[in-house]
């Protein structure tokens, strides 16, 4: 698996997932119904670093992004998201996705890392434990999730 820098012309192969993961609302805390154009600008905004992880067909399967959370005296706290293609789930991508992300987000010079709201059934709150994140708090019922109803919202934390 190959993981690079993602380039404007990749927008389009990340496109399809980014929209069925979104649309599923059951791990951002983004609309479901979030156009293309709006989509674009949410994952490959300026000040983002987005990465792609492509298979040995050169098919995008993942993509990620890292981003400062904070600015001023706290700039060196990176922020980061990831999505893997549904049809790629659970052969790695993810995880060597996020080592990778681990990596260039501490040789940029990143203290730390923070997610502000992870679904708590989320599966990857699994991988995040098991890459050294720890939950910090939970924000009880602060997401409407399509199948279990009202679940909390994870602040999770990890030093670089």
Do not use: C, Q
């Amino acid at each position: 698996m190959l993981i690079r820098e993602a380039a404007a012309d990749d927008w389009p192969r990340i496109w399809p997932f980014w929209r069925r993961i979104v649309a599923a609302g059951e791990t951002y805390a983004w609309d479901p119904s979030t156009s293309e154009a709006d989509a674009r600008g949410l994952w490959m905004a300026p000040g983002k670093r987005v990465y792609v992880a492509e298979d040995a067909a050169g098919v995008v399967v993942g993509s990620a992004y890292v981003a400062p959370n904070y600015g001023g005296p706290a700039g060196r706290i990176a922020n980061a998201g990831f999505m893997v293609d549904p049809d790629h789930a659970g052969r790695g991508v993810g995880r060597r996705l996020a080592e990778h992300v681990l990596t260039a987000a501490k040789a940029e010079g990143y203290r730390g890392m923070v997610f502000n709201a992870v679904v708590e059934t989320n599966p990857a709150v699994r991988l995040w434990t098991a890459l050294g994140f720890t939950v910090l708090g939970t924000v009880p019922e602060a997401f409407e999730h399509p199948r279990h109803g009202l679940v909390g919202l994870h602040i999770m934390y990890r030093s670089l």
